[in-house]
């Protein structure tokens, strides 16, 4: 009997996935029918996107994982029809993806490119930036993506210190954890990351009162989720000058309304949710082996935690 996979994500993704998925699954020695429609009780596994047509998993009787195509799953971890295990995704290339996001617009904000970009007024301004070993950068969020930018920014000589809910080491890093750690952690920061995950516990965690922690003339650089930063609160910090630039590549709503203030606001940089993507080749691999694990009887790798939200 063939394992039968529903893949349930925006139509056009089909295409992106189905190739990786068929031949990840061949790989993983599963005889399985992937199909972008089944009828739901005939359903073994579920590969997911947050966004798509899928939100009541109640008729998926027989279903025995949802394996999400994103690494965020707070559009999915509290629908209440969903009572199999949620996985999440980590993936190389998504990781990878971020590393470079992240490095090119730490090393961007770092170096002043944007002064050269945009003012060329003829004017010689030999100003050179200080070296990456005195330039200290946090990471709020030490997990799968927040470790892979702190170590590839420690790796250009950024002092770097990373914050998470829980206690954790990471070599090179100084290591930060709890509502207690946070102060420190941003107070000596001149650039700060945001890559936590969006729950009840982190929603507007760069607030009036964080954002006061910071240094005057610390950047920020969002790529986590819009709902980590109370927006006006930023805004107001930007147009005093307490903060000095905001590269975002995530809102509370996307795409961003052309009305939003930050299109317009000359000490903000706007990317559209392109910071990382789930890259099809090796998420597929990732899809494949939970499900031959769970055929397997073994445990899913990175499943939710549905009570942390994350
Ligand atoms: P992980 O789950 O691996 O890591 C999350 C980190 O956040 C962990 O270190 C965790 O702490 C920490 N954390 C969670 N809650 C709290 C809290 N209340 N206080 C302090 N720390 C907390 O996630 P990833 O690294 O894989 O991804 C992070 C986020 O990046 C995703 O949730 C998503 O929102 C975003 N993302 C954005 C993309 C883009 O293109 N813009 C692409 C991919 C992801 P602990 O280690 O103790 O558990
Ligand atoms: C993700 C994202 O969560 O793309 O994977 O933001």
């Not at 947050?50 to 509290?78: C, H, I, M």
């Not at 995530?250 to 930050?262: D, I, K």
Request: charged share 20%; glycine share 8%.
């Amino acid at each position: 009997m063939p394992v039968n996979v529903l893949f349930a994500a925006r139509e056009e993704k089909w295409e992106d996935y189905e190739q990786p998925l068929r031949h990840a699954l061949a790989k993983a020695g599963l005889e399985a029918d992937l199909r972008s429609q089944f009828p739901p009780d005939e359903v073994d596994y579920i590969v997911y996107a947050p966004n798509s047509w899928l939100q009541d998993f109640t008729p998926y009787t027989r279903a025995k994982a949802v394996l999400n195509l994103w690494a965020g799953v707070e559009n999915v971890v509290g629908n209440a029809s969903l009572r199999i295990p949620l996985a999440r995704m980590v993936d190389e290339g998504l990781s990878q993806g971020m590393v470079e996001w992240v490095t090119g617009h730490v090393l961007r904000l770092h170096l002043g490119i944007d002064s050269h970009i945009n003012g060329q007024d003829g004017h010689w301004r030999p100003t050179a930036p200080p070296l990456a070993k005195n330039r200290p950068v946090t990471i709020l969020g030490l997990g799968t993506l927040g470790t892979a930018c702190g170590q590839a920014l420690a790796a250009l000589g950024f002092p770097v210190t990373g914050w998470s809910r829980s206690k954790k080491s990471v070599d090179g890093m100084t290591c930060l954890y709890g509502p207690e750690g946070l102060q420190q952690a941003l107070s000596g920061a001149e650039i700060v990351v945001l890559l936590l995950p969006h729950t009840p516990h982190t929603e507007n965690v760069l607030n009036a009162e964080t954002l006061a922690m910071l240094p005057k003339g610390a950047m920020v650089l969002n790529p986590g989720r819009g709902a980590l930063v109370d927006d006006a609160a930023l805004l107001a910090a930007l147009d005093r000058g307490h903060i000095a630039q905001a590269t975002l590549d995530t809102f509370r709503t996307e795409p961003l309304p052309p009305e939003n203030p930050y299109w317009a606001h000359p000490k903000v940089t706007v990317t559209p949710h392109i910071a990382s993507a789930t890259r099809c080749d090796t998420a597929a691999e990732v899809i494949a082996e939970n499900i031959r694990r769970g055929e397997a009887g073994l445990d899913f790798l990175h499943l939710v935690d549905r009570s942390a939200g994350y």
